[in-house]
């Protein structure tokens, strides 16, 4: 499935009245095609193994997120003490949670355009960063929640599936959030700020806090104050370097956010070990959200 979710992001950092600043044009698309050649492919190690035996994979015709803030930061971010420089593509919202906020809603499976105005934090001057270069080690991206439609195989068109308590079914397409599916793999993750992924500053991918503990701001969660919601770790990410432009000149940032939802769906007999009964459990593939990609090129 090749479709494309374009978000022209444009930002002008170039006082009129300052000579001495360059401009700098954000762009970014969201996608679920790949942006890497590494390919996922259906191995043991790929499957679960609590579940009974493995159906099928599905992929969903609709994939969007609820996104609370996704962006750049060069180093932990504390607020009593900080100097982190902060890029972000939406600012987060920390006196109320904007489940219902469509300007927050993006498509990464249809062709639609929105416009989003990027956030720069840190040590700033007449607009922009007063770093000439930034090392921006952590790619983060924080979605509120993940909506889905799949078709489901037909032979599941008059069996009522009991896993699921607030997904609906309408022609055979199951339409879900993601925290059904998620608590099956991780039963202590929180419906709310579910999903708190953390790229970079690590050399494996793993989640932090599986059992719902607290975790202060660190390494493992650069830019949070004390949380219990669930983090996530990746290494799949190369550090994006930030250089400013010169006097008058323009560079134009080309920024991609991937995820793949190719067989992101498993589907398994359950308990009873039989394929397409009621007790068949459907959740995401391991490790998920290595299929999660940003990539942000300057030129």
Same mark, same amino acid.
């Given at each position: 499935?090749?479709?494309?979710?374009?978000?022209?992001?444009?930002?002008?950092?170039?006082?009129?009245?300052?000579?001495?600043?360059?401009?700098?044009?954000?762009?970014?698309?969201?996608t679920?095609?790949?942006?890497?050649?590494?390919?996922?492919?259906?191995?043991?190690?790929?499957?679960?193994t609590?579940?009974?035996?493995?159906?099928?994979?599905?992929?969903?015709?609709?994939?969007?997120?609820s996104?609370w803030?996704?962006?750049?930061?060069d180093?932990?971010?504390?607020?009593?003490?900080?100097?982190?420089?902060?890029?972000?593509?939406?600012?987060?919202?920390?006196?109320?949670?904007?489940?219902?906020?469509?300007?927050?809603?993006?498509?990464?499976?249809?062709?639609?355009?929105?416009?989003?105005?990027?956030i720069?934090?840190?040590?700033?001057?007449?607009?922009?960063?007063?770093d *000439?270069? #930034?090392?921006?080690?952590? +790619?983060? $991206?924080?979605?509120?929640?993940?909506?889905?439609? !799949?078709q489901?195989?037909? @032979?599941?068109?008059?069996?009522?599936?009991?896993?699921?308590?607030?997904?609906?079914?309408?022609?055979?397409v199951?339409?879900?959030?993601h925290?059904?599916?998620?608590?099956?793999?991780?039963?202590?993750? *929180?419906? #709310?700020?579910?999903?708190? +992924?953390? $790229?970079?500053?690590?050399?494996?991918?793993?989640? !932090?806090?599986?059992?719902? @503990?607290?975790?202060?701001?660190?390494?493992?969660?650069?830019?949070?104050?004390?949380?219990?919601?669930?983090?996530?770790?990746?290494?799949?990410?190369?550090?994006?370097?930030?250089?400013?432009?010169?006097?008058?000149?323009?560079?134009?940032?080309?920024?991609?956010?991937?995820?793949?939802?190719?067989?992101?769906?498993?589907?398994?007999?359950?308990?009873?070990?039989?394929?397409?009964?009621?007790?068949?459990?459907?959740?995401?593939?391991?490790?998920?959200?290595?299929?999660i990609?940003?990539?942000?090129d300057?030129?």
């Open positions: 499935m090749k479709t494309l979710f374009y978000i022209l992001l444009t930002i002008v950092l170039l006082s009129s009245c300052k000579k001495e600043s360059g401009t700098v044009i954000y762009k970014i698309n969201f679920t095609d790949k942006i890497t050649s590494k390919s996922l492919k259906l191995e043991t190690d790929n499957l679960y609590q579940f009974g035996d493995y159906i099928t994979s599905l992929t969903p015709s609709k994939f969007t997120a996104i803030t996704v962006g750049y930061v180093t932990v971010f504390s607020h009593s003490n900080n100097d982190a420089q902060m890029l972000q593509y939406m600012e987060q919202n920390s006196e109320k949670l904007p489940f219902d906020d469509l300007s927050r809603i993006v498509d990464f499976s249809e062709n639609k355009t929105v416009t989003f105005n990027p720069l934090y840190g040590r700033m001057k007449d607009g922009q960063f007063v *000439k270069q #930034i090392n921006f080690t952590y +790619f983060y $991206f924080m979605p509120i929640y993940f909506y889905q439609e !799949v489901l195989p037909a @032979e599941y068109k008059n069996v009522q599936l009991n896993m699921f308590t607030s997904a609906s079914v309408n022609n055979n199951l339409k879900v959030r925290i059904e599916m998620l608590n099956k793999i991780l039963p202590n993750a *929180k419906t #709310i700020h579910a999903f708190n +992924f953390f $790229f970079g500053n690590t050399d494996s991918t793993f989640v !932090v806090n599986p059992n719902g @503990e607290t975790v202060l701001t660190s390494e493992n969660n650069p830019i949070s104050d004390a949380t219990n919601d669930l983090i996530i770790r990746s290494n799949k990410y190369t550090n994006m370097i930030y250089n400013a432009p010169l006097s008058g000149e323009t560079i134009v940032m080309n920024g991609v956010l991937s995820f793949d939802s190719k067989d992101l769906i498993q589907v398994y007999a359950g308990a009873d070990n039989v394929p397409y009964t009621s007790d068949d459990i459907f959740v995401y593939a391991p490790k998920f959200w290595e299929r990609n940003s990539r942000l300057i030129i």
